[in-house]
């Protein structure tokens, strides 16, 4: 019980840690650590999949496609920032969708190996 909790709690706070740095490293880098609860979320509930019920891994690509859904739904509310074609707003799309790529692509799969290595 205690290891299966331990292991939602390091895929879930764990990716966020990494996912801060990486984004650090690889984009741009932010002094302050923001949470991002919909991808602890997402983490929490693919390292459950595979822990809890492995007979359901069938809903993975839902919890992702649900996630990108969320993020690419919170982008198209900024209406200021799809109508402006400024050399500035520009970097900024090009930095939100290598920010959402990254998410993408890292978050579930730094959840799916914490899963199956514990």
Known sequence: ??????????????????????KNFLLK???????DWDGVLERTLITGLIVFSPARLYLIPLVIIVKV?????????SPGLA???????????????????????VSPLFAI????IF
Do not use: C, N
């Open 113 to 116: 190996l914490v899963g199956i």
């Open 69 to 77: 859904a969320g993020r690419l739904f919170r982008l198209a509310l």
């Open 1 to 22: 019980m205690w290891l299966s909790l331990g292991t939602l709690a390091i895929a879930a706070f764990g990716g966020a840690f990494l996912l801060h740095y990486l």
């Open 83 to 105: 109508k402006v074609d400024e050399p500035a707003i520009a970097y900024q799309k090009a930095s939100l969708k290598a920010d959402l790529a990254l998410d993408l692509f």
């Open 29 to 35: 880098e932010k002094l302050k650590f923001f949470w």
